[in-house]
């Protein structure tokens, strides 16, 4: 597992993961509760080490991010997703720089029920989470 203890102290060495030394990813924010899940399908599916690390740190940074706009994971509308993919290209970030990094991650959230499905089904799914139960009223049952 790459993510971080919560009991683990940070002053522990980081093990060395692949080409280059990635240390622990500690996902904070709307997404933290998804990280253990995100790591051990990407693991399932064969990604290196490092390359399951910028997954988490790509994560992280989301999470943060949705955070700090007030938002969950339930936003990730490709408007959103191309603001902040914007945002990183406008902070010289190297990796996450496009819609396209984000898939592994959107695919994820969307099959445990935490991002709106693509395309315009996403109005619906929003609509439902705000109203989980339909008034008999709309359906003609009521007197």
Do not use: K
């Not at 089904?121 to 609509?127: F, S």
């Amino acid at each position: 597992m790459l993510l971080r203890s919560t009991f683990q102290p940070f002053n522990t060495p980081f093990p060395r993961l692949g080409r280059e030394s990635a240390g622990l990813v500690h996902v904070t924010g709307a997404l933290a509760a998804f990280a253990h899940g995100f790591d051990e399908r990407l693991e399932r599916l064969g990604y290196a080490p490092w390359s399951r690390a910028g997954h988490l740190r790509l994560m992280a940074h989301i999470g943060v991010w949705l955070d700090a706009r007030g938002l969950d994971g339930f936003w990730l509308t490709p408007q959103v997703v191309g603001e902040f993919v914007a945002e990183r290209r406008a902070a010289g970030c190297r990796d996450g720089r496009s819609a396209r990094s984000l898939t592994p991650l959107l695919e994820y959230l969307r099959e445990a029920g935490a991002a709106p499905p693509p395309g315009p089904a996403w109005w619906a799914a929003r609509w439902r989470r705000c109203w989980p139960t339909t008034p008999a009223i709309w359906h003609g049952s009521a007197a």
